[in-house]
C-alpha cells in the first residue's frame, strides 16, 4: 500500500527554545540544525529574527548551512517582521515566511480589541506582502483550537486566494479533544473552497497531554504537515514530540501515513537536544526515555527474555537503542536474575538459581536496583561453590 507523505516541521530551535533556561547560541543552534537536516525533517523553523539579533543571526547562518530542508522565520501579521524574517531568509536554498495572528474570539476581543472582518484583513495583508519576498508563506491562526469553525474556515479561503501554501491550524493552548481537533481538520478539508491548493498543518501544544494524540488525528483527518519539537519541549508543557508522532504513523501502517524522519537517529538526536539545552528527558518519557525499553517487573521480563514482542511494540534498534534492559529489582523474577548472571560470566544450574535467588531477594530489598557488581557479592554470600565462568 501507497503511504502519503507527512511532512515534518521542526520548531525545536524556535518554540522549543523559548522554554525558560533553554536559550541557545548560534554555534549551538547551528550543531541541531544540521543534525536536524540528517535524522530527516522537512522544515526547520530557525527562529523568530525580529525578535533579537541573536535570533535573527541564527536563522541567516541556519539558512547558509541546510542545502535539503526548508528553512522558515516566524513573523507576525506585521510589516517590520517580515521584512526582517525575509532578509533573515535570504541565503536560504528553500526560505519560508511563517507569519499569522490570534483567530479566536478571545484573541480577537482582548488581544486585539479588533473584530473578525479587520483580522482577516490583516491576515491577507500579511500573507500577500510575505508573496513579495518568498514563494513559501504559511499562515497561523493562532489559537485556531478555540476559533469559530465557520470563521476559521472563512479565513483559510481568503487567504488561499492569495496564494498561501501551507494553513497552521494550533491548538495553542492545548485545550482541544482528539475526537475535536481531527473534527476541525476535517471541516476545513470539507469546507474551504480551494484547500487543495494548500497543506494544513498541525501545532499543538500539551497543556493536557493531548499534544500528540490531537496532531495523529489532524493528519488523519487530511492535515499533511505536523510541527513538533524535539523531546516534546516548547512553551509550557510543550509541544507535540516529534519522536511519538513519527514513530506512531511507522508502527501503524494502516493509517497509510509516514515521515522521511530516519528514525534510528531519534535516541541520539533526543540526547543531543536534551544536553545542549540542559533539558532532562523524563524517564518514562515514550520513545526516548531511559526506561522506554527497561522492564524491571518479573512477568514482564520473562516475556521479553522469551521473546521481545511479548511487551515491546518497538523494535529498540528502530530508534537507535542498543538493546532492551532488564532492571534488577525486588520485583524481578529468577529469569531475569539467571539472564543478568549470565551476561556477568555465571551460568547458574536450576537448584543454584533456587538459593541464589533467596539471597537476592533480601540484598534487592535493600536497594532500588541491583547492579552487575553486586551479582557477584550476591553469588558469594549465598555459599554455593561457583566460579565466574569468565
Do not use: W
Not at 132 to 143: G, M, P, Q, S
Amino acid at each position: 500500500m501507497s503511504k502519503d507523505k507527512v511532512q515534518i516541521f521542526d520548531t525545536t530551535l524556535r518554540d522549543g527554545e523559548q522554554v525558560p533556561g533553554c536559550k541557545l547560541d548560534t554555534e549551538q543552534k547551528l550543531v541541531i540544525a544540521e543534525r536536524l537536516e540528517l535524522l530527516g525533517v522537512d522544515i526547520i523553523e530557525a527562529g523568530f529574527p525580529v525578535s533579537s539579533p541573536g535570533d535573527f543571526k541564527s536563522v541567516t547562518e541556519i539558512s547558509k548551512l541546510v542545502k535539503n530542508v526548508t528553512v522558515c522565520g516566524l513573523t507576525r501579521a506585521v510589516k517590520k517582521d517580515i521584512e526582517v524574517a525575509a532578509d533573515a531568509l535570504k541565503y536560504a536554498k528553500r526560505p519560508r515566511i511563517h507569519t499569522g495572528i490570534g483567530t479566536s474570539a478571545s484573541h480577537i476581543k482582548y488581544k486585539f480589541n479588533s473584530n473578525k472582518d479587520a483580522i482577516i484583513e490583516k491576515a491577507v495583508a500579511a500573507v500577500k506582502y510575505a508573496k513579495t519576498f518568498v514563494e513559501d508563506v504559511e499562515f497561523y491562526a493562532e489559537d485556531a483550537g478555540r476559533t469559530d469553525n465557520e470563521f476559521l474556515a472563512r479565513i483559510c479561503e481568503e487567504l488561499i486566494k492569495v496564494g498561501v501554501t501551507v494553513l497552521n491550524i494550533p491548538d495553542t493552548t492545548g485545550y482541544c479533544l482528539p475526537e475535536e481537533y481531527g473534527a476541525k481538520i476535517k471541516y476545513l478539508t470539507e469546507n474551504v473552497t480551494g484547500i487543495h491548493k494548500a497543506t494544513l498543518s498541525c501545532h499543538c501544544h500539551n497543556d493536557l497531554g493531548l499534544a500528540t494524540a490531537n496532531s495523529i488525528a489532524g493528519v488523519v483527518n487530511g492535515a499533511r504537515q505536523i510541527e513538533c519539537t524535539i523531546n516534546g519541549i516548547g512553551e509550557r508543557a510543550g509541544n507535540t514530540a516529534l519522536e511519538e508522532v513519527v514513530m506512531i504513523l511507522r508502527q501503524h501502517p494502516t493509517l497509510g501515513l509516514d515521515t522521511n524522519i530516519n528514525s534510528k537517529l531519534l535516541n541520539s538526536t533526543s540526547l543531543m537536544v536534551s544536553q545542549k539545552m540542559g533539558m532532562i528527558v523524563q524517564p518514562n518519557k515514550a520513545i526516548v526515555g531511559a526506561n522506554a525499553f527497561a522492564h524491571s517487573s518479573g512477568i514482564h521480563q520473562d516475556g521479553v527474555i522469551k521473546n521481545r514482542e511479548t511487551y515491546e511494540i518497538i523494535d529498540p534498534a528502530d530508534v537507535g537503542v542498543n538493546e532492551s534492559s532488564i532492571i534488577l529489582t525486588a520485583r524481578s523474577g529468577r529469569a531475569a536474575l539467571a539472564y543478568r548472571a549470565k551476561i556477568v560470566g555465571y551460568e547458574l544450574t536450576k537448584v543454584q538459581l533456587d538459593t541464589v535467588y533467596q539471597e537476592f531477594l533480601k540484598y534487592a530489598d535493600t536497594r532500588k536496583e541491583v547492579v552487575d557488581n553486586d551479582i557477584h557479592e550476591i553469588i558469594e554470600t549465598s555459599g554455593i561453590n561457583l566460579k565466574a565462568l569468565n
